[in-house]
T-cell receptor
């Protein structure tokens, strides 16, 4: 089915471990985004990508790394997980800049760091 | 730095009543989005507002945008239980679709 898929849906890991969250979209959207959702903060942008091999920082990028070698994939890596990175992570995509369409969101990954 | 404030953050209302959720933002933008989120679920797009004076309606929900006042409203008419959810507004920082979200309004409609 067309859409945006995140994996895993749930992840428990320990502090100091590396963990990668996957995001795959089938719409061939140019833009992809990673957000984290925490109570009282809404969603905050971590990183975004305007196209393959083009990425940029958002509001809260520290401790995260992204890559985008293919248009359809946008993985997010926590290089050395900390408890403060416990959150729900959402991936989103949109057609292009100046588009009148909203961003489309995946189902989220609930990440717990012990 | 763009700041987006929603109020109220929590709203408990009776079925059949009307109410308005407010979304204020701190810098110039003429692109604003409203999303709905059910518990444990993804975000669903409700409205896309792209100019001053824009008004969109879908069922019991109506959204408007006043870019001069830097204010958007989401009006609920004759609330029903199915509208219970968290509602977010999000303002576009630049035409790269970089969104800044409000903290969200948790709506509970009681029968």
């Amino acid at each position: 089915d067309a859409g945006i898929t995140q994996s895993p849906r749930y992840k428990i890991t320990e502090t100091g471990r590396q963990v990668t969250l996957m995001c795959h979209q089938t719409w061939s959207h140019s833009y992809m985004f990673w957000y984290r959702q925490d109570l009282g903060h809404g969603l905050r942008l971590i990183y975004y990508s305007a196209a393959a091999d083009i990425t940029d920082k958002g509001e809260v990028p520290d401790g995260y790394v992204v890559s985008r070698s293919k248009t359809e994939n946008f993985p997010l890596t926590l290089e050395s997980a900390t408890r403060s990175q416990t959150s729900v992570y959402f991936c989103a995509s949109s057609e292009a800049a100046y588009s009148n369409q909203p961003q489309h969101f995946g189902d989220g990954t609930r990440l717990s760091i012990l | 730095e763009l700041k987006v404030e929603q109020n109220p953050l929590f709203l408990s209302m009776q079925e059949g009543k009307n109410y308005t959720i407010y979304c204020n933002y701190s810098t110039t933008s003429d692109r604003l989005y409203w999303y709905r989120q059910d518990p444990g679920k993804s975000l669903e797009s409700l409205f896309v507002l792209l100019s001053n004076g824009a008004v969109k309606q879908e069922g019991r929900l109506m959204a408007s945008l006043d870019t001069k006042a830097r204010l958007s409203t989401l009006h609920i008419t004759a609330a029903v239980h199915d509208l219970s959810a968290t509602y977010f507004c999000a303002v576009d920082m630049e035409y790269g679709n970089k969104l800044v979200f409000g903290a969200g309004t948790i709506l509970r409609v009681k029968s």
